[in-house]
């Protein structure tokens, strides 16, 4: 249960891992807001565009999974973040299925870069595909609760008008904060739709945002919608740097100038019972992947913890970006993503 003896203390990435679930309200027919307290009421400090990874154990397995908050940073008692059922997905189906007021998930964060420039340009475009609405749906909502917002467009895509996520809300802030225009884009819609169907092109966005180049462009959706949406910015003159996308699916690639590795180790899965050998300086997620063994990743990076496994033996050397906490490398766990084998290895996957 939720307590309150803990305000004024700030959640801690580090120790702090229980978050109790407070609410959960559906937002389209496959789309769920869970909304979530700290076990001892701390106060949250999450920039928007952040996410947390949650562990949930199914069945005996715990997987992970990372989930942006889209709730505003400025409500700092709690944090949201609204899941899409996937078809056939374990995590998001338990969490559609089971997950309750009053439940204790374990979870790691804030984690991510996909944030706002301290000093907020003066043009601003929120690009969203489907489920990817959900970090720029905790900008739209800063800018809501702050003082100050960019002249803001948030283009939101989705399939039909019933995936749109948030639409009233967003309706409403169209009416009430200046400077803020919404474009919703449905592939398809029934006649009673009023607005443009279709994909983004460089025809609608010429038509929608003839302003683009001077935009900066913060894009999250699956990864056609942000080719597309890149290859579209790159066309119309956005400067790279002006272009920032969010991605859970990196991956993990050797440089291409990367010397042939002379010399291998073997890292061996115990519960797969596969061994594959790995080479000096090449990280075990990189080998694994080339040699067909599959392991649980996203950002192949060390951000956001998803690879989390336990090294039963042997030794690594693993540059992390903040996926996994001091204690839990204290008791031997590893994020293959970023983990080097420095010799001989079996890890617990
Ligand atoms: S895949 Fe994200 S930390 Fe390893």
Redesign the pocket.
């Known amino acids: 249960m939720l307590h309150c003896d803990g305000a004024g203390r700030y959640w801690d990435r580090e120790s702090d891992a229980e978050l109790v679930c407070l609410a959960v309200r559906d937002e389209t027919h496959d789309m769920r807001t869970f909304t979530f307290g700290g076990r001892d009421g701390q106060y949250f400090d999450v920039l928007p565009g952040q996410y947390f990874t949650f562990d949930v154990g199914i069945d005996g397995v715990v997987e992970q999974r990372c989930y942006s908050v889209s709730s505003s940073p400025l409500r700092p008692r709690t944090i949201s973040v609204t899941v899409k059922r996937v078809a056939g997905g374990r995590v998001s189906n338990w969490l559609h299925a089971g997950l309750k007021p009053g439940d204790v998930v374990r979870a790691l964060g804030p984690l991510g870069r996909f944030t706002l420039p301290p000093v907020l340009p003066g043009k601003l475009l929120l690009l969203s595909g489907g489920s990817g609405i959900t970090p720029v749906m905790a900008m739209a909502r800063a800018f809501a609760d702050g003082v100050c917002a960019p002249d803001t467009v948030f283009l939101h895509a989705a399939r039909t008008p019933a995936d749109f996520a948030f639409a009233d809300e967003l309706r409403l802030l169209a009416k009430t904060m200046p400077g803020f225009r919404l474009i919703l884009l449905p592939e398809t819609a029934d006649d009673g739709f009023a607005g443009v169907t279709g994909r983004i092109s460089q025809a609608l966005m010429d038509c929608a945002v003839p302003d683009l180049a001077e935009r900066l462009v913060m894009c999250c959706g699956p990864a056609p919608f942000m080719a597309a949406a890149r290859a579209i910015c790159r066309d119309r003159g956005v400067p790279a740097d002006r272009y920032i996308e969010e991605s859970f699916d990196a991956v993990d690639e050797a440089p291409v100038d990367a010397p042939p590795a002379t010399t291998t180790f073997s890292v061996t899965f115990s519960r797969q019972g596969k061994t594959i050998t790995v080479g000096v300086g090449q990280t075990i ?1 990189s080998a694994a992947r080339a040699q067909g063994v599959v392991l ?13 496994s336990k090294l039963v033996s042997g030794k690594v050397d693993m540059q ?1 970006n903040g ?2 906490r001091q204690r839990e490398i204290d008791a031997g766990q590893i ?4 983990a080097k084998p420095l010799g001989d290895v079996v890890i617990d996957r």
């Open positions: 997620l649980p990743s996203s950002c192949a990076n060390g951000l956001c913890g998803t690879c989390k992390h996926g996994i994020l293959p993503c970023c």
